[in-house]
């Protein structure tokens, strides 16, 4: 069993950053990918990146390529999502996710556990 922590959520003007963490519970943290999700008020939850268990494979949405930045530590079984030049599209309840495979998939229902969800609120 997994447990997902985000934390790093708050409310910020149009071109700002915020970082975001998830933290991991568990011993095997290092084996899986994971994922950066968004859910705004009214739509779907929506893929934002994703990296695999190495972090050598990473997959943007094209929405924030160039913008975000995932990383992660695995010795610290946290994962990090550093987002800069943001606009109010990007308001949302963001999730992060662990699939317990080594490659990260844009599918939300490819992962396995979910964390509680962090707000970001961007204003303009």
């Known amino acids: 069993q997994v447990q997902l922590v985000e934390s790093g959520g708050g409310l910020v003007q149009a071109g700002g950053s915020l970082r975001l963490s998830c933290a991991a519970s568990?011993?095997?943290?290092?084996?899986?990918?994971m994922g950066w999700f968004r859910q705004a008020p009214g739509k779907e939850r929506e893929f934002v990146v994703g990296i695999s268990s190495s972090g050598g494979m990473i997959y943007y949405a094209d929405s924030v390529k160039g913008r975000f930045t995932i990383s992660r530590d695995n010795a610290k079984k946290t994962v990090y999502l550093q987002m800069n030049s943001l606009k109010p599209e990007d308001t949302a309840v963001y999730y992060c996710a662990a699939k317990t495979s080594s490659w990260p998939e844009r599918t939300a229902r490819r992962y396995d556990y979910w964390g509680q969800g962090t707000q970001v609120t961007v204003s303009s």
């Open positions: 568990g011993r095997t943290f290092s084996t899986y990918a």
